[in-house]
């Protein structure tokens, strides 16, 4: 009997095949592994500039390139020690520009009675000007005084001509992009819109004063496509939402509807699963069963002054993708057909994804005592806001080569990944007939191409074959912790349309075995919290699988990702904390596990897969 076939009959119980540390060879991969962002803001956002950043697009650019940039707040220079392979500048449309142009006498908009607040050199009064503008913003408020549509225009060429400027196809690539941030009641439904390139660009970018609906930006993108432009729109993490970002509702308070369903898969393929404002894969509440739930939960709205969601289900990703199958199969379609990116969301140009090497969200936090004990005159409530960001995540590709057009039809085409900022890889596929020699060939990508769909794709259904097998495979980040384990995350709707998920251990390093449960014995710690130090003497610098699911029913819609953790390593405030001598404070964990997500891999029955074409 193959290996498989006795897997299949007696899945050591808990429906799991163990290839430790096993190799599933680069060399031989149909593409390559790129790592970037595409959520940054410059000084040309409202709120990066009245928290102090310096940096401009141009300078963005550099950073990621491996320069040093001048970081603001009483903080050194920043310089990312790992380069990156493609970035985009998308700053704010609402006000873009406008803050900025506060700083030149000439200009009519130095003028404004907000303008000697939000130039202060006083950090402080500077920020508590920003809030007020936050809290206006969100409550529907509006000045027209601050806007100028002349000075965003000029601003937002500038973006698209620097972005053009730094793109060297096939050594670095860059992106005209920008970034529409409804916000309301303090709500995240905040979207990164992306150009594929500078081709038929609009003059003016969309903001959303004039409208919150997402429904009206797709609607904006549509004219776009129609006037020869090409672009996508990347949902922020959901977690601020407060239950919004994934509605079973329009804006309005209406059920979705099919048009509604097509005009959100049509815009918006890929989902930023996590970033400085947290993690958004699921939540403790939402998912009870999953040890791993908790990964830095960053538990606030946008709000300044430290408000709380209320509402889990509707922010996160994993119950979207359950909410998605739900809708499909009712035979509508899914809105939320999400690829998974991480990415950064820095208000200070550089993305500061490296766990010891961070530098904060804003250019005030550019100092650790700032980052950990806050500024003169800044309420507690927001000093543990600063304290509870993450580092900034990454945005991984598989793609040809690092050009614009091979990146952004990764992107289309959903072969993407993302991690909480280390540089790992992590490779899923899933068909009908993968074997051990598959997994661990030369060739291993190519097999998978041949042999059924790569992340992001959708398994046809094979008719009397048994269950999808799935091929998995992780590379370490060379900086950075080794491997604890990779998991399947499987979720279905069964007949009675109620949602299940379960969470597969498939491989792992080391000599653990799971319990009659599945469930694994955790690593281990190696960090020292006093020397912010760690050990890689556990843990895997690889790991693959070759996992066919057990619990498998060909007439359930289902979906598959993988999750790869690392073994603990410090968090940034743990680094910080030794470098200014006193105890990490305000609860935060003194060691985090680093983790990186696969885009889901589909399944759905043939009846509706036909029926949905």
Request: with cysteine; hydrophobic share 40%; aromatic share 10%.
């Amino acid at each position: 009997m193959t290996r498989l076939g006795v897997f299949r009959v007696c899945a050591a119980m808990v429906g799991m095949l163990h290839v430790a540390a096993a190799v599933a060879g680069e060399t031989g991969m149909a593409g390559n592994a790129y790592f970037g962002a595409v959520h940054i803001h410059t000084y040309y956002s409202f709120d990066a500039y009245t928290n102090g950043t310096l940096a401009s697009p141009a300078q963005a650019y550099q950073w990621a390139q491996g320069k040093p940039i001048p970081g603001g707040g009483g903080g050194p220079e920043l310089q990312i020690r790992q380069p990156l392979d493609f970035y985009a500048v998308s700053d704010h449309a609402e006000w873009l520009g406008v803050f900025k142009q506060m700083e030149e006498p000439a200009a009519a908009i130095s003028k404004h009675p907000l303008a000697p607040l939000i130039t202060s050199p006083d950090q402080n009064t500077a920020m508590q000007a920003f809030a007020k503008v936050l809290r206006d913003f969100s409550s529907g408020k509006r000045d027209p005084a601050l806007e100028d549509p002349a000075i965003s225009k000029t601003v937002w060429s500038d973006i698209a001509a620097t972005a053009d400027e730094y793109y060297r196809p096939g050594e670095f690539t860059t992106f005209p992009a920008f970034e529409w941030s409804a916000n309301p009641g303090m709500r995240n439904l905040h979207r990164v819109v992306l150009f594929a390139n500078s081709s038929n660009l609009p003059d003016l970018v969309l903001s959303s004063l004039d409208s919150t609906d997402p429904e009206t930006l797709w609607a904006w993108m549509g004219e776009q496509r129609a006037r020869g432009a090409t672009l996508l729109a990347i949902p922020h993490n959901g977690n601020a939402s407060d239950g919004l970002m994934f509605s079973l509702q329009t804006v309005d308070g209406k059920p979705l509807d099919e048009a509604y369903i097509r005009a959100r898969a049509q815009n918006e393929p890929l989902y930023e699963i996590t970033q400085i404002k947290g993690t958004s894969e699921t939540n403790p509440a939402l998912s009870p069963n999953d040890e791993f739930a908790g990964f830095e939960q960053w538990d606030y709205t946008l709000s300044a002054d430290g408000l709380r969601p209320t509402h889990r289900k509707g922010s996160f990703a994993r119950q979207a993708l359950l909410d998605g199958l739900s809708f499909s199969a009712r035979g509508m379609g899914d809105p939320f057909h999400y690829g998974f990116i991480g990415d950064s969301d820095t208000h200070n140009a550089a993305a500061t994804n490296e766990e010891f090497n961070y530098t904060g969200k804003f250019a005030f936090e550019n100092n650790p005592g700032h980052r950990l004990l806050g500024i003169e005159g800044q309420p507690a409530s927001q000093v543990q806001q600063v304290r509870e960001f993450s580092s900034g995540g990454l945005a991984g590709v598989w793609a040809e080569e690092n050009t614009r057009e091979a990146i952004y039809a990764a992107m289309l085409r959903r072969e993407t990944f993302g991690t909480s900022g280390p540089q790992i890889q992590v490779r899923l596929f899933g068909g009908w007939g993968y074997s051990d020699e598959d997994l661990n060939a030369a060739d291993f990508a190519a097999r998978g191409y041949a042999g059924g769909v790569p992340m992001g794709g959708t398994l046809p259904d094979a008719g009397k074959a048994p269950a999808p097998v799935f091929m998995v495979w992780a590379s370490k980040d060379a900086q950075s912790g080794n491997l604890d384990r990779i998991q399947v995350v499987k979720g279905w709707v069964d007949a009675a349309g109620r949602q299940h998920e379960k969470i597969y251990n498939v491989a792992w390093s080391g000599d653990r075995r799971p319990d009659a449960a599945g469930k694994l014995e955790a690593v281990g710690n190696t960090v020292d919290v006093a020397a912010a130090t760690y050990s890689n003497s556990i843990g895997a610098p690889q790991l693959s699988a070759l996992w066919q699911d057990p619990d498998f029913d060909s007439s359930q819609h289902a979906f598959y990702y993988a999750r790869v953790l690392e073994i603990p390593t410090p968090r940034w405030s743990t680094y910080d904390a030794k470098t200014l001598g006193i105890a990490v404070p305000g609860g935060l964990p003194t060691s985090i596990q680093e983790r990186a997500f696969s885009s889901p891999i589909w399944y759905r029955p043939r009846a509706a897969a036909i029926a949905q074409r």
